[in-house]
Structure formats: C-alpha cells, structure tokens
C-alpha cells in the first residue's frame, strides 16, 4: 500500500510494547512523522504541541473519510481492526462545519458546567460504593478491574441512559472494537453489535424518555434539530467508547504516576499539592490517549520543513505531544506535579472538536482519586513499573490490570 509519496515510515507497534520509546522516536522524527498504523496502513503523525494546535483548527483538515486518497482507492479493507475509530459513522466527530457545529451544540446543552457540577454526588456515591468493596491489607488487588473501570462505566451509563445490564457485554464489544488484534472476522460483528445495543437505547428513551443525554437527543431530533437516527446513534456510541476509555485510563496512570514517583505522592498527600495538579500532569505526561484518529488533508499543508499531501491521512499523537521540549521545557520528560505549565497541555484535544467530556473526566478523577488515598494512603504497585503491560490498542494508554497492595497506613 502507497500513499503517494515514498517515505520511510515509523511502524506503531501494535502491541505497544514501549509507548515511551516509540513516542520518543515520533517527536525526534519532527512535529510531522511518517508512521505506519497497524495493518500496513501508511499516515502521518504531528508529533509537537504547536503544530498540534496550529493543524487542530486548520480549515484544511477535515473529518470526511472521502477526503482519504487510501479510502477512495479502496485499499482500507472493511475488516481492518481499526476501521471502527477512522470511519465510526455520522456524528459530531466525523463532521465539520454547520453539522458539526448542530450535533456538538446538543452534546454541549447536556454537558454544561451546572449539569456536570451536579453529578458530582453520584459519582461520589459510586466512589464509596466500589471502595467498600474493596478488601483492605489484602495481597494483591486488580484496582483497575475493582474500581477505575466500573466508575466510569457507571456514570456514563447514567449520563446516557444505559441499562446497567448491558455492561458487561459493552465491556467486551469495546475491548475488541479498540483493539489492533481483533480478529477479521469479528470486526465487522462487532460493529454491528455495538450499534445495534445503541440503537435499541435510543428506541428505548424515544419510548420511554429519562433525564439522560440519548432522550435529550431523541427529543432535540423532534423539535426540529433534524438528527437523524444514525447521528443519535453514531454519537450515543461516541460518548460511551470516550466517556469511558479516557477516564479509566486516567486514574489508572495516575495511580501508576504516583507509586513510580513516591517524592509527588507525598506531596499530594500531604497537601502541598493539589489532586487537580496530579490530574493535569498525569494528562500531560502519560497521556489516556496515544494516538487519536484520523484528519484528511483537502490540499498540501506546510508542517514545519515537510508537506501532508492532499488527500493524505493524519493523526494526532498526543503521547509524543504531551512531552514536547519547546512547550514544557527540557523536564518535559519528568513527571513533575509543581510544573507551572501543567495546565497548558491538548491531552483532550483543541479547537472545534475539543472533546466536550473533559470536564466529566476531571471531576471523575478529581472525586475518586482523593478518596482511593484516603482511604488506603499507603496503596502502592504490587510489581514494578516496569512490569505494567499495555493493551494492543494503538489510540489508547491503557494497560491489561493494574496489581496494587491496599493498605490504610503509609507506614
């Protein structure tokens, strides 16, 4: 497969083995890289914070799959295990412009600061629900099975309208769908499954409508907003593979963040910093999302010394970005919870498509963080870092379990 240029391309491994080593060998390659995706699909990479900006509000990047001179070409197979993420169907993330603009604004209209604001108590109580079950002093705890992945679930299940029955299929179904090792004959399956499950809410909610974003959106639809069934769905699907994976992965690394750097854990701890600053550092240095897919050049774009050809695909790699020298400074390779440019990372995006679920994301983590280290102040990693395998998803920081030791003393 071409992309009608010849370059020598940096493979993503699909079973990102080392995502620090291959993010480093993105930014070291220039702020545009050559990359290969998985299934010998060629793309390009901006790899630096300021090109990531400059070409996130860029007019000549679009979210339209036709764009894509590979797609048109009909050399992306239907069966490829990441056509899920390149072409995930209409909704606010693969449009531009008036629609985009129409689909964002009903997301946003459910998602303001007060309704946010407001589902701290739920998360709360969730929080104290899953720490209960948690068993103190016992050997080794999977914290990322026990308590950072049913938070997450939990809440967007209720923001959306889920019925709590259907999570443990959902679980697997986006298991595969983000995964580069999903079979072939099982990506098309999965697909049709998850939209089938979403497809059955939103009829559900169109029946039968609740204080949940789908009824919001069924009902935007009949006041004359003209979403169509596929956009409901297509952005109900959206929302919970995002308003999931980003937040798991979040408390997951910084859980991770602060056993490997005990010197920041007990500044946390005791309150010389704030968890907000853990938050935005644990987003900036280890990144929940890698890799995000997919930009379409419409004409030649100038990225530094080097050209995106039109109709060439682009992605965002936000686990090169996060560490890049000329915006952090030359620690940007350290995890440094007192760093004053910690807020000035893109980890949930930049300009139109900026992800609308970051504030969730930041109060979820901001709830359950400071309540998993009161209660077990000593919890610590039950192996080394080192020892911590990823999941082979390539858009993901996200790894197989999290073994921790629960303790309430820090003795």
Known sequence: MTSGTE??????????????????ELRAAGPLAAVELPGGVPVWAVTRHAEAKALLTDPRL????????????????????LIGLANPGRSMLTVDGADHRRMR???????????????RARITELTDRLLDRLPADADVVDLKAEFAYPLPMYVVADLMGIEESRLPRLKELFEKFFSTQTPPQE??????????????????????????LTSALVQASEDGDRLTDEEIVSTLQLMVAAGHETTISLIVNAVVNLSAHPDQRALVLSGAADWSAVIEETLRWSTPTSHVLIRFATEDVLVGDRVLPAGDALIVSY??????????GPTAGDFDITRETGTRHISFGHGPHVCPGAALSRLEAGVALPALYA?????????????LRNKPVVTQNDLFELPVRLTASTG
């Not at 998850?194 to 809410?201: N, P």
């Not at 686990?319 to 952090?328: L, M, Q, T, V, Y």
């Not at 209660?375 to 020892?387: C, E, I, Q, T």
């Open 7 to 24: 370059e020598l391309r940096i493979p993503l491994d699909p079973f990102v083995a080392d995502l620090d080593g291959e993010s480093a």
């Open 62 to 81: 679009v979210k339209d799959i036709n764009v894509w001179g590979a797609w048109q070409r009909g050399e992306i197979p239907p069966d490829w295990p």
């Open 105 to 119: 604004t009903l997301v946003a209209q459910a998602l303001t600061p007060r309704r946010v604001e407001a589902m």
């Open 187 to 212: 990506v098309v399956a999965t697909l049709v499954e998850l939209a089938g499950i979403m497809a059955e809410t939103v009829a559900a909610k169109r029946a039968e409508p609740g204080d949940d």
């Open 319 to 328: 686990g090169a970005i996060g560490r890049d020298e000329e915006a952090h």
């Open 375 to 387: 209660r077990f102040p000593g919890l610590d990693l039950a192996v080394a870092p080192s020892a």
